[in-house]
């Protein structure tokens, strides 16, 4: 019986954060929002649209955002969840592109794959003000000149675009 606890003890201490677990383990944590959007939600008008942007679109899969809003959380739990995706987003995997900070929000970004091959953009965010945060883009081989490119030049039809959740996001709910 003994060396059935002490196995279990190792196995659970052996666990590996990634990004991916702390995002799936959220939703199911107090206080915290959560939005997982399809890329199909952001409907691109076609008819204006070129083979490079729409390659670039195309290359893009979905958008994770989980955030706990200080107006859901105490300080202690504010600073745990920081310092995790802190510890989360030093691994190797993640390389940072920039860093900025905005009206008490520190933001950085990261990615990972190659350069000119971006599998994940990741936006972390916090500030005492505003809690604690990360958006995902996932994709694969995403070029971001031709995703930024594809940005500036394409139309979003808002006739089809359903952002209603994203509302939801923003008030803490």
């Not at 989360?88 to 860093?99: G, H, Q």
Request: proline share 2%; aromatic share 10%; charged share 25%.
């Amino acid at each position: 019986m003994y060396a059935l606890v002490m196995l279990t003890a190792f196995f659970v201490s052996c666990k590996k954060e990634s990004l991916q677990t702390f995002i799936v383990e959220s939703h199911d944590k107090k206080g915290y929002v959560n939005m997982d959007i399809p890329i199909s939600v952001l409907e691109i008008a076609n008819d204006a649209i070129n083979d490079d942007d729409k390659s670039a679109y195309e290359s893009i899969r979905k958008i994770n955002i989980t955030g706990l809003p200080m107006s859901n959380t105490d300080a202690e739990t504010y600073t745990n969840e920081k310092a995790t995706l802190q510890r989360i987003l030093k691994e190797p995997t993640f390389k940072k592109l920039m860093n900025f900070k905005d009206k008490g929000m520190h933001i950085t970004v990261y990615y990972t794959g190659e350069s000119d091959a971006i599998d994940e953009i990741v936006a972390f965010g916090y500030g005492e003000k505003y809690g604690v945060g990360v958006a995902r883009l996932l994709g694969e081989n995403m070029n971001p000149a031709k995703v930024i490119k594809m940005i500036q030049n394409t139309k979003i039809d808002e006739d089809k675009m359903n952002l209603s959740q994203l509302s939801k996001f923003f008030e803490g709910k």
